[in-house]
Structure formats: C-alpha cells, structure tokens
C-alpha cells in the first residue's frame, strides 16, 4: 500500500474510535439518566388494568343468576338511557339536521333526498317497512342505511318521528 493510504486509514480508524467511544458515552450517560428519573405514576393505570382484565360475558343460572341477569339488564338500560341522543328529544327536524341531513340532503351512498320522486315507491311499502329499516338497517338497490343513521345511541322512537318528518317533508 501506498504511504498515503497508509496514512488516512490510520486516521480515519482513530476517527471512527472516536465516534464509537462518544456513542458508548452517550448510552451509559442516558442509562444513568433513565435510572435517575423514576417513573411516573398514573393514577389511572389501575383502572384500566380492571377494565381490560374483566370479563366480556357472565354466565347466569338458578334463581340467583335469574336476579343477578335482571339486575345487569337494568343496570345496562340505565346506562344506556343516559346516553341517548339530542336529550332524548322527538323532534324529527333536529335529528335530521344533526345525523340524516349529511347522507338524505346530499343523495350521498344512495340516500333519498327529501324531493318527492325518490320517497314515493319507499312510502307505497308502508311506514312500518320505512321505521323498520332506518332502526335496523337496511341494504337495497340504490345503497346502504345503517341501523339509526349511523347513530345507536338514538330511540327507536327518535328514528320514527325523524323517518315521519322527513315523509312529511317529502309529500
């Protein structure tokens, strides 16, 4: 090898031990630093580990599961009672403007506006068949209504009185 190759291999080797010590520096001082901080404590973590580690389902039987079931379905229907949409109102026109006005005022997905020509052949099948696909869904020719707009936390009676206002809207 030629002098100068000599030369840079030496140097560039002392270079490279170099960047090699100050990495082996960086990770011990970031080891001590780690070790210095203690951890924070969240004072949630324990909830959350209950709510992952409890169980999906329960299992029922004899008279005292028979009270033990009715007291969770109460206990599920009050939970969901609190949850209901638009405070429980009826107002078809505030519902529509809140959930089915952004797929029923566009046509969007298929969706029937409130125009006239695209409610009669719906409403000739009936307003029971119209309240049963907008509470549970529905998949037709023209496109997809998801169970309550897209919305579970509406009243089947929520649905019916915004199915009948936009009926209304559409005669």
């Not at 004072?43 to 004899?62: F, H, M, S």
């Not at 109460?74 to 078809?92: H, K, L």
């Not at 309240?131 to 089947?156: N, R, V, W, Y």
Request: charged share 20%; proline share 5%.
């Amino acid at each position: 090898m030629i002098r100068e190759d000599l030369n840079f291999l030496k140097r560039f080797s002392m270079v490279i031990g170099m960047l090699v010590g100050v990495a082996v520096i960086l990770i011990v001082m970031a080891m001590v630093v780690q070790r210095a901080v203690p951890p924070e404590a969240d004072p949630n973590a324990a909830t959350r580990i209950e709510q992952r580690l409890k169980p999906v389902g329960a299992v029922y039987a004899g008279a005292t599961g028979a009270a033990a079931k009715a007291a969770a379905e109460e206990a599920a229907r009050q939970a969901a009672a609190s949850q209901v949409a638009f405070g429980g109102s009826t107002d078809g026109q505030t519902i529509y403007d809140g959930v089915c006005a952004a797929c029923h005022g566009t046509g969007a997905g298929g969706a029937p506006t409130l125009d006239p020509s695209h409610w009669t052949a719906r409403i000739a099948k009936g307003m029971d068949t119209l309240h049963t696909h907008a509470i549970e869904g529905f998949q037709g020719e023209a496109g997809l209504m998801p169970a309550k707009g897209g919305m579970p936390s509406l009243t089947d009676e929520q649905v019916i009185a915004t199915v009948d206002w936009m009926v209304e809207q559409a005669r």
